[in-house]
């Protein structure tokens, strides 16, 4: 049983996993690098990370996450169950449970 599940890999859910690591959780996170990231040519805002392209950064944001223990499941999430206490997560062919869950809006998923 994982304290909280993050769905999406790009910068919110990898800050997301960073920042409940940090206080003590444990983590899983679900999906691919974000192709808006993978995509950008080059990412002029970011603070402390002047004029980086999207593939660089991504790899940063991965460095990063593999500092922690977050545990990283590298596919889409297909359904979520909430159980009451806690959510039932399906990615592939695997189950896996949280008692806690960060989605972020844009993702397309069957919710149950
Ligand atoms: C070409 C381009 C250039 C850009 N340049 C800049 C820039 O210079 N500066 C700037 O500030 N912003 C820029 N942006 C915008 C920036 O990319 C987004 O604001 C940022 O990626 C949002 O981060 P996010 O983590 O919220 O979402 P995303 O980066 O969209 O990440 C969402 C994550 O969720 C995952 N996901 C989706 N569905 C599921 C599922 N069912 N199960 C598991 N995972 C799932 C995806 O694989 C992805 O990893 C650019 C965007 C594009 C397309």
Request: hydrophobic share 40%; charged share 20%; aromatic share 10%.
């Amino acid at each position: 049983m994982y304290d909280i599940a993050i769905i999406g890999k790009g910068p919110a859910g990898i800050s997301a996993a960073i920042n409940a690591y940090a206080r003590n959780k444990k983590v899983i996170i679900f999906g691919q690098d974000s192709k808006k990231i993978l995509w950008a040519p080059s990412i002029p805002n970011y603070a402390g990370l002047p004029n980086i392209t999207g593939t660089e950064f991504m790899g940063r944001l991965n460095d990063h996450l593999k500092t922690t223990d977050a545990f990283v499941v590298n596919q889409n999430v297909l359904a979520v169950y909430s159980l009451g206490t806690h959510f039932s997560i399906q990615a592939g062919t695997e189950m896996y449970e949280a008692k806690k869950l960060y989605l972020q809006q844009e993702l397309i998923l069957k919710r149950q």
